[in-house]
């Protein structure tokens, strides 16, 4: 173990010393970007190639290092997870698959030109995965609102369309007779004005049956 790592200790080293060796880097670019993404996702990250023929593309996050360099065909990596993965064909994309929270932080990616040196960190935050199909509070209650007020409107007109219809039974179907006392203490019975014929014509029948019944009980 401790061969090895003295091992690819001296391989990085022999990359940046040949890269000193190699470049005079006049201007230094620095970019700084965001990107947040949910667990579970897949990740790209990449690094701004302007230089056609770059002398060592370097990636690095915390301890880990990745480093790779065209000219000498040298490459060097101390990144242990499998779902991180660097294509030294394409040094300059990263590559992070099922994203987790610990995979969050800064990523900085160093790309050493002819005569510059461009940098680019991403910070990347990765948060809890929302579930398919699940309704977030905001969002349920924006739908939960205009329910609330549509089922209201139908109860309070359902109230007043019963309101209507009891009124108007009311006035359709009267009451057909009204008891009264007077102060004599004889009970009158008052007839509607509608029906003020139909109660004289029984008062005349049973008048004339009381005639007839009186004159045949003398006989």
Not at 97 to 112: E, F, M, P
Not at 147 to 172: D, P, Q, Y
Request: aromatic share 8%; net charge positive; glycine share 4%.
């Amino acid at each position: 173990m401790v061969t090895m790592f003295r091992r690819e200790q001296v391989a990085l080293l022999s990359i940046q010393l040949l890269v000193m060796c190699h470049v005079h880097a006049e201007v230094a670019l620095d970019d700084h970007r965001n990107k947040y993404v949910s667990t579970g996702e897949t990740i790209t990250l990449t690094c701004n190639i302007k230089d056609n023929s770059p002398r060592q593309i370097h990636w690095s996050k915390g301890n880990c290092v990745f480093a790779y360099s065209p000219s000498d065909n040298l490459t060097f990596s101390s990144f242990t997870s499998k779902r991180l993965k660097i294509n030294p064909d394409l040094p300059s994309t990263l590559h992070i698959s099922n994203a987790q929270h610990k995979d969050a932080g800064l990523y900085i990616c160093r790309v050493t030109g002819r005569r510059v040196i461009n940098t680019i960190t991403w910070n990347l935050t990765v948060s809890e995965n929302r579930r398919e199909g699940s309704i977030q509070p905001p969002y349920f209650l924006y739908i939960l609102i205009p329910v609330i007020g549509f089922l209201l409107c139908i109860f309070i007109s359902s109230v007043c369309i019963c309101r209507k219809l009891r009124t108007w039974t009311l006035n359709k179907n009267p009451a057909q007779m009204e008891t009264r006392i007077p102060s004599g203490g004889e009970e009158v019975i008052s007839q509607p004005p509608g029906d003020t014929d139909h109660w004289r014509n029984n008062k005349h029948r049973s008048q004339y049956m009381e005639r007839i019944n009186s004159v045949y009980g003398h006989i």
